[in-house]
């Protein structure tokens, strides 16, 4: 099967400081795929670079056959690519509906993003995603009443409502209780099965639990790849990551 997503000897210099030295990586359709490597090892800024927020100073993003690598970044949404940052970055003073809504309306062309009212499916669309973000009786709330894992999930909605192809998260489980974790990772097994998911985490439990395919990071590079169980066996990943 082809890769949606490419990235091609990926190349990141920071004023002479090469946080990515030729990455290579694939991501197919439907995959839950966890990069993982110690602080530094360029997790962030490879997602940054897919996004369009760095421009690599060398190699391609391509996706679905697109090549991506100079387009800006309401370009590459457009196109299907999602990015949710660390942390929530939900408008709070307006209700968890009123953020969907916002993010619905970005989908639209120039003509009819003037047309203040939503259409019923466009409605529709929004009560789903409130049933999926199990928000939906919190609708009328000001998102900023939101617990933070509540607001994780109303920003993960967001995105979806802008249908990616591939979703970029980066650290989804930061500051979450135990609860949150696991219906994170459900909510995130949910969405693989209509969206590749790639996600920066530092909770190799939450990893161990939820990852297909695990990439290993370090100092720019891809150290390797695998399942959990094939990375857990590589001697480099043990010696710079594990601590063995
Ligand atoms: P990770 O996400 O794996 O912790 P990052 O991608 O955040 O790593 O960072 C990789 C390296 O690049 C680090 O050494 C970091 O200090 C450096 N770096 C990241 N962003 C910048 C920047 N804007 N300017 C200079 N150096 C940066």
């Known amino acids: 099967m082809n890769p949606i997503l490419s990235c091609h000897d990926i190349i990141v210099d920071f004023d002479g400081f090469k946080a990515l030295q030729g990455v290579n990586l694939d991501v197919?359709?439907?995959?839950?795929?966890?990069?993982?490597?110690?602080?530094?090892?360029?997790?962030?800024?490879?997602?940054?670079?897919?996004?369009?927020?760095?421009?690599?100073?060398?190699?391609k993003v391509m996706f679905q056959g697109v090549d991506l690598t100079k387009r800006r970044e309401h370009e590459i949404v457009r196109h299907g690519i999602a990015r949710k940052f660390q942390n929530p970055s939900v408008f709070t003073e307006l209700t968890v509906f009123e953020n969907m809504e916002l993010s619905i309306k970005q989908n639209r062309n120039l003509f009819s993003v003037m047309k203040a009212k939503l259409t019923a499916?466009?409605?529709?669309?929004?009560?789903?995603?409130?049933?999926?973000?199990?928000?939906?009786?919190?609708?009328?709330?000001?998102?900023?009443?939101?617990?933070?894992?509540?607001?994780?999930?109303?920003?993960?909605?967001?995105?979806?409502?802008?249908?990616?192809?591939?979703l970029l998260l980066d650290e989804p489980i930061a500051g979450m209780t135990g609860a949150e974790r696991e219906k994170t990772g459900l909510f995130i097994q949910e969405i693989a099965e209509k969206c590749a998911v790639l996600i920066v985490e530092h909770d190799m439990d939450f990893v161990r639990n939820f990852a297909e395919q695990v990439t290993v990071m370090h100092e720019g590079k891809i150290l390797c790849e695998g399942s959990m169980e094939e990375v857990q066996q590589n001697e480099l990943v043990a010696e710079v990551y594990l601590g063995r």
């Open 28 to 59: 197919h359709h439907g995959e839950i795929r966890f990069l993982i490597g110690p602080n530094g090892a360029g997790k962030t800024t490879l997602l940054d670079v897919i996004c369009g927020k760095t421009k690599a100073a060398d190699g």
């Open 121 to 166: 499916d466009e409605k529709d669309e929004i009560t789903a995603m409130l049933e999926r973000t199990d928000l939906l009786d919190r609708a009328y709330d000001p998102a900023g009443l939101l617990s933070h894992g509540q607001k994780q999930w109303l920003e993960i909605g967001m995105q979806l409502l802008q249908k990616p192809e591939v």
